[in-house]
């Protein structure tokens, strides 16, 4: 009970954070999993949770905090007290755009978007990312292109992209997709270079020593 | 004339931002800089591969550096995107051994090998500390006298970690910016996040991220914005357009790529720099500077 008022009190951040958190149906019912901090410990990149004073500079240079179910602090409080579905099922890392203002603020070292993208890597590993985002879908479309050409095509992209998630949301992009046509910055014919034979040689020996899970 | 392994990056090469690839190629040459594309270079795997596997992002990363390697040279890209990945898949090579034996297992089984010595810079980053302003000063044919410029650092340049600007207030851009003759206008939000490839799955938040970076540029009486980074580019000029519907705005704000803005105080055709290639036209805003060099029958 009183982790729940913690997290509540010191919800230091963001006007959204108060609509996102009716959306959280098991946010205060979780027990406590011990094994879950020391598992984000041992990743690269999940160390410096260890070292967080929860000063909240994290949250407060984040640009898109109010649109995070947790704050990078809340996150960071709540994997040390266990809460490994909560935090496996939130949207906060999949919002993180990666901007690293967190990381140069932070007085203790923590590297909060390195974390993020260990929590990304956690959630994509046991398939239990939010439903709610849908930049996972995008990273892997991403992924795929490289995996296919060896370089990122981007109409390619975006194509697998709509049609994984929601193809009628693509019409909003057309007059963008139409501008960039027009102006010769799409290229609507994927290269592939010539390596990518060695790129799926080397991926499937990652996935044989426990890359990819 | 310096010589550098080149790492053009997928957006840069023929993609959304093919005009900062063409408009570097136009003034490398002019400003003592010679290019060698890493021949068969991939993608760097950018912030969505490292976020869903790590050790296949690092082995991908890892190709480039070891193809890099053997040129025994620096090797420069013009996106920040890249310029940051690279670097954090070579710290983590150095910080994690485990991760680096099992790279270099994958590595053999593409035939190659990376022993840690390549130097990633950020092209930009070259040109200040290699080049300097104020040779590419020297040989301005139309400074960009009156020209109020919005220099915009986007995130990846100088963060996580910078070893020539200061992550905190950078100001290097702003130094190109005026040793070429212009204008930088006060913009408090020239180091913040335009929201990057998050444009795609997360469309609503970085409309609104981009709105802030326009009110910050206009209030500085900006009439153009400076990049350094392809995504900040596309962002901010094939989205203009929405921002403005989305906030009943009416900003009609040119972004162009340094190297544009380099290429335009050298006096290079506007056809050269690529200039037609962007959505928000900037014809308007630098005619005069090109009226100038055709009166004193200047440029290329």
Redesign the interface.
């Known amino acids: 009970m009183w982790q729940k008022l913690c997290f509540m009190t010191l919800a230091e951040e963001s006007p959204g954070a108060g609509a996102a958190l009716a959306e959280r149906p098991t946010a205060t019912a979780e027990a406590e999993d011990d094994s879950f901090a020391e598992e984000v410990y041992s990743l690269p990149g999940g160390e410096g949770v260890r070292w967080c004073i929860q000063c909240g500079i994290c949250s407060a240079s984040c640009p898109n905090v109010a649109r995070m179910e947790y704050s990078p602090r809340r996150t960071i409080a709540m994997i040390r007290a266990g809460r490994r579905n909560d935090v496996l099922n939130s949207n906060s890392p999949w919002i993180c755009a990666s901007c690293y203002l967190c990381t140069v603020r932070c007085p203790r070292g923590v590297k909060p978007t390195e974390l993020m993208h260990a929590l990304e890597r956690l959630s994509t590993r046991y398939g239990t990312h939010s439903r709610r985002v849908s930049t996972p879908a995008m990273y892997r479309a991403f992924v795929n292109s490289i995996k296919n050409n060896g370089r990122v095509h981007e109409v390619g992209l975006m194509m697998e992209y709509y049609r994984k998630t929601n193809p009628i949301s693509a019409l909003r992009m057309s007059s963008v997709g139409l501008g960039l046509l027009r102006h010769g910055r799409l290229s609507l014919k994927a290269s592939k270079i010539k390596g990518v034979g060695q790129i799926n040689a080397m991926l499937k020996k990652a996935e044989s020593l426990g890359g990819a899970k | 004339m310096k010589v550098y392994t080149y790492f053009p990056g ?2 840069s ?7 900062y690839g063409e408009s570097i190629k136009a003034i490398a040459g002019a400003i003592g800089m010679e290019l060698v594309e890493l021949e ?4 760097c ?12 992002s690092l ?2 990363a890892a ?1 480039n550096l070891a193809l890099a390697e053997k040129a025994e040279r620096d090797m420069v890209t013009p996106c920040s995107a890249c310029f ?1 990945v690279m670097n954090r898949a070579k710290a ?1 090579l150095r910080e ?1 051994p485990d ?1 680096r034996a ?1 790279v270099k ?3 053999k ?4 090998e990376y022993g840690g010595g390549v130097r990633v810079r950020h092209l930009f980053e070259a040109i200040y500390n290699d080049i300097g302003f104020g040779t590419i000063a020297a040989k301005m044919v139309s400074p960009l006298k009156g020209l109020k410029v919005a220099a915009y650092y986007g ?2 340049l100088v ?2 970690e910078s070893d020539f600007d200061d ?2 207030n950078p100001k290097s851009l702003e130094f190109l910016v005026t040793s070429l003759g212009a204008e930088a206008v006060p913009f408090a939000m020239r180091d ?2 335009c ?4 444009v ?4 609503d ?1 970085t409309l609104g ?1 981009l709105h802030k970076v326009f009110e910050s540029a206009a209030a500085g009486g900006a009439r153009a914005i400076v990049t350094v980074c392809p995504l900040c580019q ?1 962002n901010l000029d ?2 203009q ?2 921002v403005n519907k989305k906030f009943k705005t009416s900003y009609n704000m040119p972004v162009l790529f340094f190297s544009q803005l380099i290429g335009v105080a050298l006096g290079m055709s506007p056809k050269a720099l690529a200039l ?4 928000v036209p900037a014809k308007k805003v630098l005619a005069s500077y090109y009226s100038a060099v055709a009166a004193t029958g200047g440029g290329a």
């Open positions: 997928c957006s090469s023929e993609g959304t931002a093919v005009a068969d270079w991939n993608c795997g950018s912030t969505p591969y490292s976020s869903t596997d790590e050790l296949g082995c991908v190709r940051t983590h994690y991760l099992k297992e994958c590595l089984e593409a035939g190659l995130c990846q963060r996580p992550p905190n913040r996040c929201g990057g490839s998050l795609i799955p997360e469309l938040l991220l596309t094939a989205y357009d929405m037609d290639r962007g959505l």
